[in-house]
């Protein structure tokens, strides 16, 4: 029997803080060297969806120095011109993820700063991230002539490729900022995911939020709280998902 503890985040929107910082530091070091993955389910930085910091996002920075494994591209992270979406997230030393955007067919040429996915060997366990955004732009709108991305639905990409990331993973987590409605319809269409990490609708799950057998968690906005998810491994049974809410940093007045 073995054990994984997920620590996640989502939707900080710039306001992490040091004290949530040194928080998440200790909540780190109180696993005592135990296998573990630190991701956040995207909208990390303030900037609005056409915004641009032209000296990149500090708090990306911030993350990276915390050991962030993994984000998934929120609206915000997102811009539509290819130069601005790398300077949005180009001070992120670990992977941005999303799997259902692609470059315009027309521009095809144009180089996907994001990943869809990311294999992490921990504690000898397999363990797959998918990344999941809501759809910013479509084939169908207008905007999508002038920009370098269009978007899939997110359940359709996933479940074009959950079957097959299913046959190499240990434990298959969906990190999505897609909301909470559209968490549970990905629950309910996609068998095979054995958790769904959230963001986008600002929830506060203080437990597991369970639909057809997958649990959803979530932890709210603003950098006031973050989630602990603890996997128990046992040969020739399921993940077994217990998962926690906690305090990180007390509401700015």
Not at 6 to 30: C, K, M, S, W, Y
Not at 80 to 97: D, G, S
Not at 153 to 176: C, F, H, M, N, Y
Request: with cysteine.
């Amino acid at each position: 029997m073995t054990l994984l503890h997920i620590l996640h985040t989502n939707d900080f929107h710039n306001a992490l803080r040091d004290p949530g910082t040194a928080r998440l530091q200790e909540a780190v070091a109180a696993l005592n060297g135990a296998p573990y993955l630190l991701l956040d389910a995207g909208d990390a930085i303030g900037a609005g969806n056409v915004g641009v910091n032209p000296f990149g996002e500090p708090i990306l920075e911030r993350m990276s120095d915390l050991g962030y494994h993994a984000l998934t591209m929120g609206n915000r992270e997102f811009h539509f011109l290819q130069a601005a979406l790398e300077t949005k997230i180009n001070r992120a030393r670990f992977p941005v993820l999303c799997a259902n955007v692609h470059a315009r067919r027309e521009n095809a040429a144009a180089a996907l700063p994001v990943e869809p996915w990311r294999l992490f060997d921990i504690g000898g366990r397999r363990i797959i991230v998918l990344g999941l955004t809501v759809p910013m732009i479509t084939r169908r709108m207008k905007v999508a002539a002038v920009s370098s991305f269009v978007f899939d639905d997110p359940v359709e990409t996933a479940a074009q490729l959950v079957p097959e990331l299913r046959k190499g993973a240990d434990l298959l987590i969906a990190l999505t900022h897609i909301g909470l409605r559209e968490d549970e319809r990905l629950a309910r269409t996609v068998p095979g995911i054995d958790l769904i990490i959230g963001g986008h609708s600002h929830d506060k799950l203080a437990e597991p939020h369970i639909v057809e057998g997958t649990p959803i968690v979530q932890t709210g906005w603003h950098a006031h709280h973050y989630g602990h998810v603890t996997v128990t491994f046992a040969d020739g049974q399921s993940p077994r998902i217990e998962a926690a809410l906690h305090q990180l940093q007390e509401k700015r007045r």
